[in-house]
């Protein structure tokens, strides 16, 4: 089982308000799936997943990544699908984000035998206008077969980024939804948050703005009765992380084993790292 926000195979870089050349996003994508291959993964939850976008060439990232992991059952969920989104804004067009499909998918070894769509408020802050070319974040909700009769839920997430109290409400949707799904349930993917007692919550190298102080949707999650897995590794950024943006909570009939990072080595294939962790029947 795996984690992964593919920053839409922009690679490493923190720049990502730009297009980038088809065969650079193309190189990326492949070695992801190459990496998810090799560490034999059944399921990978993943963020930032673009389809038709001219930021990364119009090229059909999940389809690359089913043929490159021979994980053939995928799901997909659209947070951002615009004919033109005018960013960045003091571009000139040739050089702004354009045609825009983008998203959250689940690959799997296994049969999916259900999908649910659950779309998450917009920054109330941004204003409607703003908000027509913003994505619309959601919780992808999707059903395993395992065989035997055996069922696996996962909620596949991507919570907001750049606005504290409207991730904040999307933290509490997600509690919801977890209290709602009971058993046999995961819930991962990029909160977007540290947890409270991170030793770094705010001045951050890579972005000195951003501060985490006062953010409670880590507790907001944890008050659910579903654990956290793993260790306390850092995801972001991958080239140096200094923080734990993305996380694995699992329910408590569910026992799972491990529960760390993806080593990749010294040229990361995308802005995070990702996370494994294996689920024992």
């Given at each position: 089982m795996?984690s992964?926000?593919?920053?839409?195979?922009?690679g490493?870089?923190?720049?990502?308000?730009?297009?980038?050349?088809?065969e650079?996003?193309?190189?990326?994508?492949?070695?992801?799936?190459?990496?998810?291959?090799?560490?034999?993964?059944?399921?990978?939850?993943?963020?930032?997943?673009?389809?038709?976008?001219?930021?990364s060439?119009?090229?059909?990232?999940?389809?690359?990544?089913?043929?490159?992991?021979?994980?053939?059952?995928?799901?997909?969920?659209?947070?951002?699908?615009?004919?033109?989104?005018?960013?960045?804004?003091?571009?000139?067009?040739?050089?702004?984000?354009?045609?825009?499909?983008?998203?959250?998918?689940?690959?799997?070894?296994?049969?999916?035998?259900?999908?649910?769509?659950?779309?998450?408020?917009?920054?109330?802050?941004?204003?409607?206008?703003?908000?027509?070319?913003?994505?619309?974040?959601?919780?992808?909700?999707?059903?395993?077969?395992?065989?035997?009769?055996?069922t696996?839920?996962?909620?596949?997430?991507?919570?907001?980024?750049?606005?504290?109290?409207?991730?904040?409400?999307?933290?509490?949707?997600?509690?919801?939804?977890?209290?709602?799904?009971?058993?046999?349930?995961?819930?991962?993917?990029?909160?977007?948050?540290?947890?409270?007692?991170?030793?770094?919550?705010?001045?951050?190298?890579?972005?000195?703005?951003?501060?985490?102080?006062?953010?409670?949707?880590?507790?907001?999650?944890?008050?659910?009765?579903?654990?956290?897995?793993?260790?306390?590794?850092?995801?972001?950024?991958?080239?140096?992380?200094?923080?734990?943006?993305?996380?694995?909570?699992?329910?408590?009939?569910?026992?799972?084993?491990?529960?760390?990072?993806?080593?990749?080595?010294?040229?990361?294939?995308?802005?995070?790292?990702?996370?494994?962790?294996?689920?024992?029947?």
């Open positions: 795996a992964w926000n593919i920053h839409f195979g922009a490493s870089t923190l720049d990502d308000a730009r297009r980038f050349p088809k650079h996003v193309e190189q990326n994508i492949l070695r992801i799936g190459e990496v998810l291959r090799r560490e034999r993964v059944d399921i990978v939850a993943l963020q930032e997943v673009d389809r038709d976008s001219q930021r060439g119009h090229l059909d990232q999940l389809e690359m990544l089913r043929h490159a992991t021979g994980l053939t059952h995928a799901s997909f969920a659209t947070t951002w699908d615009a004919a033109w989104v005018p960013y960045p804004v003091t571009a000139p067009p040739k050089q702004q984000y354009g045609r825009m499909w983008s998203g959250q998918a689940v690959l799997s070894r296994f049969p999916i035998v259900d999908q649910k769509r659950h779309g998450l408020a917009q920054p109330a802050r941004n204003g409607r206008i703003f908000n027509r070319f913003y994505l619309h974040r959601c919780i992808q909700q999707v059903a395993l077969d395992l065989g035997r009769g055996r696996l839920s996962l909620l596949n997430v991507h919570l907001e980024a750049f606005d504290m109290a409207n991730r904040r409400s999307q933290a509490r949707a997600m509690a919801r939804l977890m209290r709602r799904l009971g058993d046999h349930g995961l819930a991962l993917g990029d909160l977007n948050t540290v947890a409270p007692e991170a030793a770094l919550r705010h001045a951050f190298e890579d972005e000195p703005e951003t501060d985490f102080r006062g953010d409670d949707t880590l507790p907001t999650l944890r008050q659910t009765g579903w654990h956290e897995v793993g260790d306390h590794s850092l995801t972001f950024p991958a080239h140096k992380p200094n923080r734990r943006l993305d996380h694995i909570f699992s329910s408590p009939d569910l026992r799972t084993e491990g529960g760390g990072l993806l080593a990749e080595g010294d040229d990361p294939s995308s802005d995070h790292c990702p996370l494994i962790c294996e689920v024992v029947l």
